[in-house]
């Protein structure tokens, strides 16, 4: 089946709007074209990452795991093993990001079986040491993270991989301020974000180096940088009309720059838009961070009833 471009009136494929549309950041029409063109003829490799990705963006979760999946398999019947662990990598990077740490582990193992079945140096090698690196700050083992970081930017280094980069180049960041260095920590991060600004970092990495760091101003109180990262942060988000990852998060980490500014209507909306918009998308994360923010301004504001609720969902959402 072909789609009628109405200002041209001419007949385009679904693929080629699909593609069109991911190029312009239309995550949401890039999902539905390539759904077509999926349902008339099955996507090539190439095309189901691409709709992997753009699924993720728009928090179609399922989507975007069976694209990767089918993804994944069309990479192994080809023979091709590096770009089949690529797919597992993403596969696990969505998986965490829902909270499905034991099968976001399997995946990741499959990832570093088939990469040495491949047998030569490749770039993905860096991202599964960035996953490593994670295991090790939340073991403790601060100096190892920063050691696997390194490897890691080391890595991107040589393959020119910007992506990488900037995800291992920040996480030496937040590895610095666990260990108290904070100033040089603080220095990595605004340079990792220097290249988010820049769009040199893909959709998909750029908005969780922009949460992460603004996770690392909030440990350390840095609230001029939150404030100014958060503006950004907004600005970023506002320039994709489709996202809807990340978006959520961003309302809430604005809400609590304006908590702490005293504008507390301002705060209160938007952390009450930030509960609507990831309730909308089941299994987000950062639902229970939303409730628990419109909880603590209604507390500041005197109305504990309002507050007692929000605290309640917020728990009920997984925030402790």
């Known amino acids: 089946m072909e789609s009628v471009r109405p200002e041209a009136g001419e007949i385009v494929h679904p693929l080629e709007l699909g593609r069109a549309s991911f190029k312009r950041r239309g995550w949401s029409d890039a999902c539905r074209h390539l759904l077509e063109a999926d349902a008339n003829a099955p996507l090539e490799a190439?095309?189901?990452?691409?709709?992997?990705?753009?699924?993720?963006?728009a928090s179609r979760d399922a989507e975007s795991e069976a694209a990767w999946n089918r993804a994944h398999q069309a990479h192994l019947e080809r023979g091709d093993r590096e770009a089949a662990a690529g797919c597992a990598l993403?596969?696990?990077?969505?998986?965490?990001?829902?909270?499905a740490a034991a099968p976001g582990g399997g995946w990741i193992a499959r990832a570093g079986r088939l990469l040495e079945e491949a047998g030569h140096d490749s770039v993905i090698r860096g991202y599964l040491l960035v996953f490593d690196a994670i295991r090790r700050i939340d073991t403790g083992d601060?100096?190892?993270?920063?050691?696997?970081?390194?490897?890691?930017?080391?890595?991107?280094?040589?393959?020119g991989d910007r992506d990488l980069a900037g995800l291992a180049g920040h996480g030496r960041g937040r590895a610095l301020i666990r260990q108290g260095r904070v100033a040089d920590g603080m220095t990595l991060l605004d340079e990792a974000m220097v290249s988010v600004v820049a769009d040199e970092v893909s959709p998909v990495l750029a908005g969780d180096i922009y949460c992460s760091v603004l996770e690392a101003c909030r440990e350390v109180f840095d609230w001029r940088r939150a404030r100014e990262w958060t503006a950004s942060l907004t600005q970023w988000c506002g320039s994709q009309p489709d996202l809807v990852r990340y978006r959520g998060e961003c309302l809430i980490y604005r809400a609590e720059i304006l908590q702490l500014q005293g504008d507390w209507p301002e705060a209160l909306r938007d952390a009450q838009q930030a509960c609507e918009r990831l309730a909308s998308a089941p299994?987000?994360?950062?639902?229970?961070?939303?409730?628990?923010?419109?909880?603590?301004?209604?507390?500041?504001?005197?109305?504990?009833?309002?507050?007692?609720?929000?605290?309640?969902?917020?728990a009920q959402s997984g925030r402790r």
Do not use: M, N
């Open 46 to 57: 190439k095309d189901l990452e691409t709709l992997a990705t753009a699924a993720y963006l």
């Open 90 to 99: 993403w596969l696990a990077f969505g998986l965490f990001h829902r909270g």
């Open 142 to 159: 601060l100096p190892g993270a920063h050691a696997t970081f390194q490897q890691a930017f080391e890595i991107a280094q040589r393959f």
């Open 283 to 314: 299994g987000q994360p950062a639902l229970g961070a939303a409730f628990y923010r419109v909880g603590e301004i209604h507390r500041l504001c005197g109305e504990f009833s309002r507050a007692d609720d929000a605290y309640r969902q917020a």
